[in-house]
């Protein structure tokens, strides 16, 4: 009988939320609750605020891994749960928490019970953001237990509670961000003439991009280029001297990327030229796309037929993952598991269905035990 109470466990970690390596707490509660596993074949790496936990296997030939993610975002909770976050402007809007309650749910099946080889169990900080999936790989640690083949997964409110979907091929999107400050000279607003008006190079700029998409992206492919933040000035009646436009970009291929930051680039030049400012680009996090290998994907449609676990193929999403990194170097995939409708991810309503967490650990550690 396990010990385990995934709503318990799912709910505690859902009250300390915290943001990219800051993740002290979380990293504390999660080896609590590995210290009270079997500890026979269990050893643990820590690596800045994650954890590799590897269960020794009994005839090991290869390394199985799964990854879950461990960080929160920076978002006011507003679910009325009476486990909502106790740090104040911080949530599990992306269903983090359920990522690592069924990891840790499935990390205690596979101890109880070894497999011929060794799995490897990453619990990877800073997915959200500054990305802590490419440091973690170059690690020491990570390349002592590399895995030859990786899997994880995502909740999402578009399916079902306890539905998998999944497809071979782009799941997600290669993500950037995109910051962009323009200094000009600011001034009294009686006195326009006398300064270089951010504003409204900045204004001019979120139009003028409009048409990369628009006109630049062939229409077989797809992108996504959103502003969704602007800021400048002090004062209505005083002229900003600077301004900063935050958004993301988005697309199913590294080429159409790469067009993407071309245009915009031409873009800023073309504002610095017309309203006499200076400006200054930064890309921020860049996401590789996630990419399902057949290899892999196939027997694991395979065994959710045969395991009759209700499962979907489903379209790509424009959603970004710095997993993309590790399917890049290690062959393996990615799936959604469906937890209801429900506000969207990073929403500060997302109240995912629990029935989905007893669904997610039997699927992840079915298919490690059963070795494909």
Not at 45 to 68: A, D, H, M, Q, Y
Request: charged residues 20%; hydrophobic residues 40%; proline residues 5%.
């Amino acid at each position: 009988m396990l010990a385990m109470d995934y709503r318990a466990v799912r709910r505690a970690l859902h009250q300390i939320p915290e943001i990219g390596f800051e993740e002290v707490e979380t990293q504390a509660f999660l080896l609590d609750q590995i210290r009270r596993m079997p500890q026979e074949r269990i050893q643990i790496k820590k690596w800045k605020t994650g954890l590799l936990v590897r269960v020794e296997g009994t005839n090991p030939s290869r390394t199985i891994g799964f990854r879950t993610d461990i960080d929160a975002l920076p978002v006011r909770e507003n679910t009325g749960y009476p486990f909502q976050s106790q740090h104040e402007g911080k949530m599990h809007a992306c269903g983090h928490d359920f990522h690592m309650t069924i990891a840790l749910g499935a990390l205690e099946q596979i101890a109880q019970n070894p497999i011929k080889d060794h799995v490897l169990f990453i619990f990877q900080p800073a997915e959200e953001g500054p990305g802590g999936a490419v440091p973690m790989m170059a690690s020491g640690a990570f390349q002592e237990w590399k895995p030859d083949f990786i899997f994880a997964l995502h909740v999402s409110p578009e399916f079902p509670a306890g539905t998998v979907a999944v497809r071979e091929g782009i799941l997600f999107a290669n993500t950037s961000e995109l910051f962009i400050d323009f200094y000009g000279k600011g001034g009294h607003a009686a006195y326009p003439h006398l300064t270089y008006d951010t504003l409204v190079a900045a204004c001019h700029f979120v139009v003028g991009i409009q048409s990369i998409v628009a006109r630049r992206v062939s229409p077989l492919n797809s992108a996504v280029l959103t502003i969704g933040k602007m800021s400048g000035g002090t004062k209505q009646n005083i002229i900003a001297e600077h301004a900063r436009v935050e958004g993301t970009i988005r697309t199913l291929d590294q080429e159409t990327m790469a067009l993407i930051k071309d245009d915009i680039e031409r873009q800023v030049k073309a504002t610095e030229i017309a309203y006499h400012c200076r400006s200054r680009i930064d890309y921020g996090a860049n996401y590789y796309q996630v990419y399902n290998h057949k290899k892999y994907e196939q027997p694991f449609v395979d065994f959710c037929a045969r395991k009759a676990f209700p499962y979907i193929i489903c379209d790509a999403a424009m959603t970004g993952e710095d997993f993309g990194y590790f399917l890049k170097e290690i062959p393996g995939f990615m799936f959604w598991l469906g937890v209801g409708k429900t506000a969207g991810l990073h929403s500060s309503d997302f109240k995912p269905d629990e029935s989905a967490l007893e669904q997610g650990v039997r699927v992840v550690s079915s298919f490690i035990e059963e070795g494909i």
